[in-house]
């Protein structure tokens, strides 16, 4: 098993994701109890699917608040 912590938290509660067999796992350091995320290629395009969508929002979160300090 291959694991890297996903940098999201620094604490002990941080996410890391392992390979295993083809297939992706993710567990928190504090759980022992690994979660099954299903197989490397689902998992990847599903990882960068959910970061596009975050960088969206993000860039609509923008624009909503310079529009919201252009209007003050």
Not at 11 to 16: A, C, L, S, W
Not at 54 to 72: G, H, I, S
């Amino acid at each position: 098993m291959v694991g890297r912590n996903s940098g999201m938290c620094d604490g002990p509660e941080g996410v890391i994701f392992s390979l295993r067999d083809g297939d992706v796992w993710a567990s928190r350091s504090s759980n022992h109890l690994p979660l099954i995320l299903g197989p490397h290629d689902e998992v990847v395009e599903a990882m960068h699917d959910f970061i596009r969508q975050a960088e969206f929002a993000q860039r609509l979160l923008n624009k909503a608040d310079r529009n919201a300090r252009a209007t003050d």
